[in-house]
């Protein structure tokens, strides 16, 4: 089969590897219909993780071709949703929904691919009711809810989005957006997207944003300050990842209020005073989408949420290596990637 395979920063390319097999017999098999690349891979793209010659993807939709023994909840010939973190979904750190920290999980990393083994089949794929649909916008969309949109909604339900409530979101990217939209479908009454970049920004409103902020830092907390009468949100998600913006959204956010941090952390360190007289919540980390998921399809399938939109540019497989440059050179907001052309 064909795949994607980071060799060093910059250096990516797809390859002939070995098809996949069942290993476990927890295991499952799908051929990949739609995978994407994620603003987290273009961290070892930039050199700021190792690349080592490894394969690429963890977000995927698909049709299973294979289970192993023990699985019950997916067969051959199902469309199925699978989140990037595996789980059994059966573990007590599962049953209190944190899937993403299930004690027999882990993560999917190579669905770049035109095949992938998805190991805890049972508890990490959802199959889609009437299989795979007709339309590629709705591919699409349920290859959001793999991650992005899974990890947007996670971020708001973090930060306690919610009827009320005034939310902010740090972050103009993939995970950004979609938070923007679980905030509006969460009943916030007032979602302010902090974006620059005017492309974004009309995205950020597509998807819910009732006002869009240009400053960041410091000026950034000093703006939604002044929108909520010197207050700050009440709830604001954190969608980054860098020291910057996770000070940001802790100084956008009003004593007694919520943060949800989603963004992969990079380079952080806390101040303890600043956090201290901050007095806020801060809760986050990987998303457990796999607690999302049945919900986020529902809504996309009875057409009450579009995430597609959030994939600005659709490439064949082989041209993985330009979605990676066009990510990294923010000309795409997220890339599909179409394993058979």
């Known amino acids: 089969m064909r795949g ?47 690349a080592d010659s490894r394969p690429m993807g963890h977000e995927y939709v698909g049709t299973v071709t294979e289970v192993g023994s023990a699985v019950k909840n997916v067969k051959p010939g199902d469309f199925v949703v699978g989140s990037f973190c595996v789980s059994d979904d059966t573990c007590e ?15 999917m990393s190579d669905t770049q691919a035109q095949y992938t083994r998805v190991p805890q089949a049972d508890g990490t794929l959802v199959a889609v009711p009437g299989g795979r649909p007709d339309d590629e916008a ?30 902010a979101v740090v972050g103009d990217g993939a995970v950004g957006l979609m938070a923007v939209l679980a905030a509006s ?37 000093a703006k939604i300050k002044e929108m909520t009468g010197g207050l700050g949100a ?4 954190e969608a980054v990842g860098t020291q910057e913006s996770m000070m940001q959204a802790i100084g956008a956010c009003r004593p ?60 064949p497989l082989e ?5 990676y440059k066009a990510m990294d050179q923010r000309r795409a907001v997220k890339v599909l990637l179409r394993p058979r052309g």
Not at 15 to 20: A, T
Not at 189 to 215: K, P
Not at 310 to 315: G, K
């Open 4 to 50: 994607v395979v980071m060799h060093a920063p910059g250096d990516v390319r797809v390859e002939d590897r070995e098809q996949p097999q069942i290993v476990e017999p927890t295991d499952a098999i799908i051929e990949v219909a739609a995978a994407c690349i994620c603003g987290s891979d273009l961290w070892p793209y930039r050199g700021l993780e190792p």
């Open 234 to 237: 009440h709830s604001v998600v």
């Open 256 to 315: 007694g209020g919520h943060v949800g941090f989603v963004g992969v952390s990079h380079g952080v360190e806390i101040p303890g005073q600043p956090l201290f007289f901050a007095e806020v919540h801060l809760h986050g980390g990987p998303a457990p989408v796999r607690r999302f998921l049945p919900d986020l399809i529902d809504r996309i399938l009875k057409r009450e949420i579009d995430p597609s939109k959030v994939f600005t540019m659709r490439l």
């Open 93 to 107: 750190i599962c049953r209190s929904g944190y899937q993403s920290r299930c004690v027999n999980g882990g993560f």
């Open 319 to 323: 041209d993985a290596a330009e979605g």
């Open 138 to 167: 709705t591919v699409a969309s349920l290859l959001a809810a793999s991650d992005v949109l899974g990890t947007g909604w996670f971020g708001a339900v973090a930060a306690e989005a919610g009827p009320g409530k005034t939310v």
């Open 185 to 221: 479908q969460l009943g916030a009454d007032r979602v302010i997207a902090m974006s620059r970049h005017e492309d974004r920004a009309a995205l950020a409103r597509e998807f819910g944003a009732t006002d869009v902020v240009a400053e960041r830092g410091e000026e950034g907390v």
